[in-house]
């Protein structure tokens, strides 16, 4: 971009994080003219945000990068817990559970936010888009039309623009959107991607390391020749110079400090909880770590940004392209900040070890019962709920083709359950309809899944379905 030059688009997307490439890559997908701006000259290079969770599995998955993510990343290990150079026993760091047809994702999966952040990449790349680096924003103004914003590169245009520039948001800043929060540990944390001699530790486990300074973990980062280090200090500050790491490491574990043959990244982390007072102002939103900041206590930070992405994606979507009313963007504060706020909470009590990691952390039961978009019930679900898997094809017994695979897309979706169920819309370009004559998950009814995969309208018949339809852009009689 010329320095002089006023670029146009749809929407300006500030910050190359998890959150601001998922939105991305799913606007790009629905055919919305996006760019996405990254101050830092690369993709950031470290491991902080490594937990996946089910939920986050799922909407990858519909992203359309679910191959790589099973490629390129792992299972938790299992804990295993030192004192004085010996083992003192194992344990298992995150809830377990198989696969079941309505989940089909059944534990957290480990892989390096890097790599997350590079596929996201790759992906967007593959549908078109790109991402402006070493280009900051400096400034920025609204009007009834849209964002007229400020770069190091020059003036952008957009009709709207999402701040997903992590924690010390210059676009929240610069709206006066105050973060309220609290200091979670008032215990500094080292957190580095480290190396280690093969003979000197095992990849098998998640190693936990007892001693008076502080605990310290060193979990092996599926994919790759790394751990990530996480050492707590009660007193003192943390060093992350390379000779700084390998000293700390040679201190409270039983490795030598020559055993460290590489220090890839560090970072000097202060856990905090912290909420923005509003996820909107005019025509900016505000995603992922611009609008909360979790613990990294149970895996939820990097997880519930990528989904506050999903959800405000398909909406503006649906207002850029397919007529919906303005009004539908007021929806994603009402339904996410109620959610951020929920995650933060777990995260902290994780983090202070008054509640364990268990099936909230997962995210597979959050939904948006009762909110502005949800309406009626059916079966054994009610709008707002997650829309589970489940087989698509009556009576094909290898179970082959999935209900994910009918949603996976930026369509909507008509499913009818049972065989007296009516379907009585035509598909075409934003609708896909299905039947199954059972599914287990659903009990019987008419369904209509957003694009996000959370069921939006539920009920008997169609009553009442095509207002409601209206309300979010789609015209469910357009064949």
């Known amino acids: 971009m010329k320095l002089n030059s006023v670029k146009e688009t749809a929407v300006l997307i500030v910050g190359a994080g998890p959150s601001g490439l998922a939105l991305a890559c799913d606007l790009a997908r629905r055919g919305v003219r996006a760019q996405v701006v990254e101050q830092a000259p690369a993709l950031f290079p470290g491991s902080r945000g490594k937990g996946i969770q089910p939920r986050t599995r799922e909407v990858l998955d519909d992203l359309g990068v679910g191959d790589a993510v099973r490629t390129h990343g792992g299972q938790a290990p299992t804990g295993l817990t030192w004192e004085g150079g010996e083992r003192l026993g194992t344990y298992e760091m995150f809830r377990r559970a198989a696969p079941t047809e309505a989940e089909p994702y059944g534990e957290p999966w480990l892989m390096p936010q890097w790599r997350t952040q590079e596929i996201l990449l790759a992906r967007l790349r593959e549908l078109g888009g790109e991402v402006l680096f070493a280009t900051a924003l400096t400034g920025l103004a609204q009007d009834d039309d849209g964002v007229t914003a400020q770069l190091t590169t020059g003036r952008i245009r957009a009709s709207y623009l999402v701040a997903a520039d992590g924690g010390r948001s210059t676009v929240r800043r610069a709206l006066g959107i105050p973060m309220e929060g609290e200091t979670v540990d008032p215990a500094p944390a080292l957190v580095a991607d480290v190396r280690i001699a093969e003979a000197a ?17 060193l979990c092996p980062l599926p994919g790759t020749a790394d751990f990530q280090l996480v050492a707590q200090f009660k007193h003192g500050a943390p060093d992350t110079a390379s000779d700084g790491v390998r000293k700390l490491i040679a201190a409270r574990t039983h490795l030598a400090a020559d055993d460290v043959t590489e220090v890839r990244w560090a970072s000097d982390f202060r856990p905090r909880a912290a909420l923005a007072d509003r996820f909107r102002a005019g025509r900016v939103f505000l995603v992922g770590d611009a609008a909360h900041i979790h613990s990294p206590a149970g895996g939820q930070g990097l997880n519930t940004s990528v989904q506050d992405a999903y959800n405000l994606g398909w909406k503006l979507g649906q207002v850029l392209l397919h007529g919906a009313p303005a009004a539908l963007l007021d929806s994603y504060e009402q339904e996410r900040r109620p959610v951020a706020a929920d995650m933060l909470g777990l995260s902290t009590r994780i983090h202070r ?127």
């Open 201 to 217: 530790l095992d990849r098998l486990n998640w190693h936990i390391f007892v001693g008076e300074a502080g605990y310290t973990t």
């Open 353 to 479: 070890g008054e509640q364990e990691r268990g099936a909230a952390a997962q995210q597979l039961v959050l939904g948006y019962r009762g909110g502005p978009l949800s309406h009626g019930r059916a079966g054994l679900l009610e709008a707002g709920d997650r829309a589970p898997d489940g087989r698509a094809d009556d009576g094909r017994a290898d179970g082959s083709r999935r209900l994910f695979d009918v949603y996976r897309g930026p369509h909507f979706t008509l499913l009818a359950v049972g065989a007296e169920t009516p379907l009585p819309y035509p598909e075409h370009a934003l609708l896909r309809t299905h039947r199954v004559d059972a599914c287990e998950a659903y009990g019987t009814g008419l369904f209509l899944v957003r694009p996000d995969g959370y069921v939006g309208w539920a009920g008997e018949d169609d009553h009442g379905l095509v207002a409601y339809a209206d309300r979010l852009g789609l015209d469910l009689k357009s064949a």
